[in-house]
């Protein structure tokens, strides 16, 4: 794993204030990881947000809960980000999409924002940073199967999982990748620009155009450092 973008702006921001992050979604190693960076350089605890269904499965829940992530909601983030740094994942369960398309990049949820303005209200906080972070390497570490034909999906997953899906790895291993994160420029978000829908969608396009060139910038150097390998 190596990290590479503006590690000094966010290592310094993270320092004086919670902050919110948000990254393009690939498997549940990416928060790790992120969570693992935040650790080594003492920059305080995060709390990850995970898809609310997820809490309803044996193992999973557990695992989940033991590395102090929350179900995903506005009230949830919003208080968690009183105390700790939070990670969200604005795709959403649609990040699955990815497997099928590696370039596709879906529509963003707007919740993070949410999140900022209802922390704002609330706290009186003149100011949340948002800090994008995208990676690229870490969906080649697990292969899956992927059942999301609609018909299967509503009558025999969603009835007893609750899931959009359902995934099966093609085999019980973890694969050797090299994986690159791009942390972005820590982004100043005030209640001024999070007035009305239309603000706060222009503002989620925003940040999904940011994560989208942090990504491809991250895949750009991992190409390259592959090649380097090679010759």
């Not at 491809?216 to 592959?226: D, S």
């Amino acid at each position: 794993v190596e990290h590479s973008g503006h590690l000094e702006e966010v290592n310094d921001v993270a320092k004086r204030e919670k902050v919110i992050l948000i990254s393009n979604h690939a498997n549940t190693l990416e928060a790790a990881l992120i969570c693992y960076y935040f650790y080594l350089k003492k920059l305080g605890i995060i709390r990850t947000l995970v898809f609310k269904e997820a809490f309803r499965l044996p193992l999973v829940r557990e695992f989940f809960k033991s590395g102090q992530c929350l179900p995903i909601s506005v009230q949830a983030g919003k208080e968690a980000l009183k105390r700790n740094h939070v990670l969200l994942f604005p795709e959403g369960m649609d990040f699955i999409k990815h497997y099928i398309r590696r370039d596709y990049v879906v529509k963003f949820h707007k919740g993070f924002l949410n999140i900022a303005r209802e922390y704002m209200l609330e706290t009186g906080a003149k100011r949340v940073h948002i800090v994008p972070v995208g990676h690229d390497g870490i969906d080649y570490t697990i292969k899956f199967w992927i059942l999301n034909q609609p018909f299967l999906v509503e009558k025999f997953i969603k009835p007893f999982l609750h899931y959009p899906f359902f995934v099966l790895p093609k085999a019980p291993l973890i694969f050797p990748t090299r994986a690159i994160f791009n942390w972005g420029r820590p982004r100043v978000v005030g209640l001024d620009d999070l007035q009305g829908d239309k603000a706060v969608i222009k503002l989620t396009h925003e940040f999904r155009a940011e994560i989208v060139r942090l990504r491809h910038h991250a895949r750009r150097i991992r190409k390259l450092q592959r090649r380097s390998n090679t010759d």
